[in-house]
């Protein structure tokens, strides 16, 4: 296959070379958006469909060529439905292009002192076996779900997370969403994940930080109440078994980061005038 893409790409014009480049790059990167959800085994259903009725038609099983195609045409017009959450999963990511990236960009020292007050919240609420969800609003705005809980608006402190989460407390249940270096909400609710490969033995705290980070670029850090482990997930994928050396160097490389960056050469460009 790769002999035949090299002889296909040494013979076309520029123009020819590009357009097959860009459906490659397109199908590559829907394969990414779907690999590990149940997009996956639809497709594979509906690969098997394809399948059959190029050889029912190929053979000559007029019947069974004609109840495939219709089941092909339905395929088609209920694909959009089917696929929604990976549909919009892609249409998100492409709007968190630079082009679309928001003006409001938090400084270098509020961003360190807001991780270092979510991580101290973090270590003493694992120390003591607190479970807790706290979730990063990065560049997809999360206003959907901190909509469904309570309005904080206070600054970012170790002190206030912890109380939130204390047991027996009205806004214990849920997550919070953090943006910037504010509290939004407490005692949210969020979407559960889907992926069928998903450890049973995860709780529901795992599985709506996973569920989040899967339908926005949120990072969520989750508490186990059983165990007071750390973990965090982010892009669909979560991270087991953290401890605060770990924890705080990922949120310092990777936390905001494309915000940083243009705080910082914003910043540049404003010394240079």
Same mark, same amino acid.
């Given at each position: 296959?790769?002999?035949?893409?090299?002889?296909?790409? #040494? @013979? #076309?014009?520029?123009?020819?070379?590009?357009?097959?480049?860009?459906?490659?790059?397109?199908?590559?990167?829907?394969?990414?958006?779907?690999?590990?959800?149940?997009?996956?085994? +639809?497709?594979?259903?509906?690969?098997?469909?394809?399948?059959? #009725?190029?050889?029912?038609?190929?053979? @000559?099983?007029?019947?069974?060529?004609?109840?495939?195609?219709?089941?092909?045409?339905?395929?088609?017009?209920? +694909?959009?439905?089917?696929?929604?959450?990976?549909?919009?999963?892609?249409?998100?990511?492409?709007?968190?292009?630079?082009?679309?990236?928001?003006?409001?960009?938090?400084?270098?020292?509020?961003?360190?002192?807001?991780?270092?007050?979510?991580?101290? #919240?973090?270590?003493?609420?694992?120390?003591?076996?607190?479970?807790?969800?706290?979730?990063?609003?990065?560049?997809?705005?999360?206003?959907?779900?901190?909509?469904?809980?309570?309005?904080?608006?206070? =600054?970012?402190?170790?002190?206030? !997370?912890?109380?939130?989460?204390?047991?027996?407390?009205?806004?214990?249940? @849920?997550?919070?969403?953090?943006?910037?270096?504010?509290?939004? =909400?407490?005692?949210?609710?969020?979407?559960?994940?889907?992926?069928?490969?998903?450890?049973?033995?995860?709780?529901?705290?795992?599985?709506?930080?996973?569920?989040?980070?899967?339908?926005?670029? =949120?990072?969520?850090?989750?508490?186990?109440?059983?165990?007071?482990?750390?973990? !965090? =997930?982010?892009?669909?994928? $979560?991270?087991?078994?953290?401890?605060?050396?770990? $924890?705080?160097?990922?949120?310092?490389?990777? $936390?905001?980061?494309?915000?940083?960056?243009?705080?910082?050469?914003?910043?540049?460009?404003?010394?240079?005038?």
């Amino acid at each position: 296959m790769l002999k035949e893409l090299r002889n296909a790409f #040494a @013979g #076309a014009t520029p123009v020819v070379a590009l357009d097959i480049a860009i459906v490659l790059f397109i199908v590559y990167r829907l394969y990414m958006a779907i690999r590990g959800t149940r997009a996956v085994q +639809l497709l594979k259903g509906l690969a098997v469909i394809v399948l059959g #009725a190029f050889v029912s038609q190929f053979v @000559g099983l007029a019947l069974t060529n004609w109840l495939l195609n219709q089941v092909l045409t339905v395929g088609l017009v209920a +694909l959009p439905i089917i696929f929604y959450p990976e549909l919009r999963r892609a249409l998100e990511h492409i709007g968190r292009g630079s082009l679309f990236s928001k003006s409001s960009l938090l400084g270098p020292r509020e961003r360190t002192h807001a991780i270092d007050e979510v991580v101290r #919240a973090i270590l003493s609420l694992s120390e003591r076996r607190i479970g807790a969800l706290i979730v990063w609003e990065q560049e997809t705005g999360l206003k959907d779900w901190s909509e469904s809980g309570i309005n904080v608006d206070a =600054a970012i402190s170790a002190e206030l !997370l912890i109380n939130i989460f204390e047991p027996n407390t009205p806004l214990h249940d @849920g997550a919070v969403i953090l943006r910037g270096d504010r509290i939004r =909400a407490a005692s949210c609710f969020l979407p559960l994940s889907e992926n069928p490969e998903l450890n049973i033995d995860l709780g529901t705290r795992h599985r709506a930080g996973l569920g989040i980070s899967e339908q926005s670029d =949120a990072v969520a850090i989750i508490v186990s109440e059983e165990t007071g482990a750390i973990s !965090l =997930a982010n892009e669909g994928k $979560l991270i087991r078994y953290l401890d605060e050396k770990t $924890l705080k160097e990922w949120l310092e490389t990777n $936390l905001h980061k494309r915000q940083l960056d243009h705080f910082l050469l914003r910043r540049n460009l404003n010394w240079k005038e």
